[in-house]
């Protein structure tokens, strides 16, 4: 893996990280910007049978398939546990050269989430590389479990120790942020502006003690901010676990342009979170003072979990203390969980009932991106059977010198 690198990373002695990144000039970039390439975790673990169905085979076919249509555009480094789960990894990715299979211990593929998040700033005209870990919890587990209510799974150390790795493993500098987040509740533009959802941050189960002008300290220290924007909440069937991430309802294309997930059909109630998030983004200004342009992306007709599907989750998956995946609930389907790599996007598609949107969002995303960038689809549905996506799964690696 390092000898792939052709990046600068801040120097450790440049850096000091008991400071905050802001004090020293870093901020988050926006997805859009150049990646040395993408973090994915491959969900082949102890915990994969409690979490996927048929032990996660459907479901490491679904990452298979993001994999390579993310690695036409950009390498991708494969993160999977050491051994078998490894070699098993680098056999589905033998027709695939620019995918890279990295050993570092994990619990499941939610890279983004439990990943880190990097951070960036130009020094003598070349950009140095730095990353944000965060006090990654399995979205506030600890603190569902207290309630009663439940959380993703009952214990989740490799991810929050592999977080770190992809930093110190790659010369990265690493600071240690005081907050409870996953990288799925956040989205920059780059410039000093962040999108987040009130439903997701100010959950009970995630920073109580800090507030809504606590967390948006921390944010505004550890991602270099000037500007955090708070939309009402995410995707309806994102609410209990993940509790309404922002990837999953808004993104920035570009500075000073979002996609925002949306339906037309008065009779759901997602109709109304978009009507109410659109009102706040047209109500908004981004860091720079610029009015925002919202590209409405209409989601996929409500889609729900089947008996088989769920099924097919071993059947002792709640008793062990993961989430319960139950036949008939609404998955939280969107189009706006996609991936943005260099010059090409990447994004969910459905089938069946969602053909149509499938197509529409193809085009939409093509048009707000526009002709530097190509925009693909990849089936993804046995990711979402888990409350996710394609964003949900990759994290990108931000490009120095």
């Known amino acids: 893996m390092r000898a792939q690198r052709a990046f600068v990373c801040a120097s450790a002695a440049a850096v000091d990280t008991s400071k905050s990144p802001k004090s020293q000039g870093f901020t988050m970039p926006g997805e859009f910007e150049p990646h040395e390439g993408c973090w994915m975790g491959w969900p082949e673990s102890e915990d994969s049978q409690y979490l996927w169905r048929e032990g996660g085979e459907p479901a490491r076919g679904a990452y298979a398939n993001v994999a390579k249509a993310i690695s036409q555009f950009e390498p991708l480094y494969m993160v999977a546990n050491p051994g078998e789960a490894a070699a098993n990894?680098?056999?589905?990715?033998?027709?695939?050269?620019?995918?890279?299979?990295?050993?570092?211990?994990?619990?499941?593929?939610?890279?983004?989430?439990?990943?880190?998040?990097?951070?960036?700033?130009?020094?003598?005209?070349?950009?140095?590389?730095?990353?944000?870990?965060?006090?990654?919890?399995?979205?506030?587990?600890?603190?569902?479990?207290?309630?009663?209510?439940p959380a993703m799974m009952p214990n989740w150390d490799k991810d929050y120790h592999a977080g770190r790795t992809l930093l110190s493993m790659n010369g990265l500098p690493v600071f240690e942020a005081p907050i409870h987040l996953e990288g799925g509740s956040i989205h920059s533009d780059g410039q000093g502006t962040m999108v987040v959802t009130e439903e997701c941050l100010l959950d009970p189960s995630r920073n109580p003690d800090l507030g809504r002008e606590g967390i948006e300290k921390a944010l505004m220290d550890y991602l270099g901010l000037e500007k955090v924007i708070w939309l009402w909440r995410g995707m309806e069937?994102?609410?209990?676990?993940?509790?309404?991430?922002?990837?999953?309802?808004?993104?920035?294309?570009?500075?000073?342009?979002v996609a925002l997930a949306w339906s037309d059909n008065e009779d759901d109630p997602q109709h109304e979170v978009g009507v109410r998030n659109l009102e706040v983004l047209n109500n908004s200004t981004d860091a720079k003072g610029r009015k925002l342009e919202v590209f409405k992306v209409h989601v996929p007709?409500?889609?729900?979990?089947?008996?088989?599907?769920?099924?097919?989750?071993?059947?002792?998956?709640?008793?062990?203390?993961?989430?319960?995946?139950?036949?008939?609930?609404?998955m939280p389907a969107t189009y706006i969980n996609h991936y943005c790599a260099n010059g090409g996007v990447v994004v969910p598609q459905f089938g069946g009932s969602a053909a149509e949107t499938d197509r529409r969002a193809i085009e939409t995303l093509q048009e707000a991106y526009g002709a530097d960038y190509k925009v693909v689809g990849v089936r993804s549905r046995e990711v979402l059977l888990n409350a996710g996506n394609i964003h949900c799964i990759t994290q990108q690696w931000v490009k120095g010198g």
């Open 89 to 149: 990894a680098r056999k589905v990715f033998e027709d695939a050269p620019n995918v890279n299979v990295v050993e570092v211990p994990i619990n499941d593929g939610w890279t983004r989430d439990w990943g880190p998040s990097c951070i960036a700033r130009d020094v003598d005209g070349k950009r140095e590389v730095a990353g944000v870990h965060w006090d990654y919890d399995c979205y506030g587990a600890p603190g569902k479990m207290a309630q009663g209510r």
């Open 301 to 330: 007709p409500p889609l729900f979990r089947t008996y088989r599907e769920a099924e097919g989750v071993h059947p002792d998956h709640i008793k062990k203390g993961y989430c319960p995946r139950l036949p008939g609930v609404r």
């Open 237 to 257: 069937g994102d609410t209990e676990v993940v509790n309404g991430h922002v990837d999953n309802m808004c993104c920035f294309i570009r500075p000073g342009v």
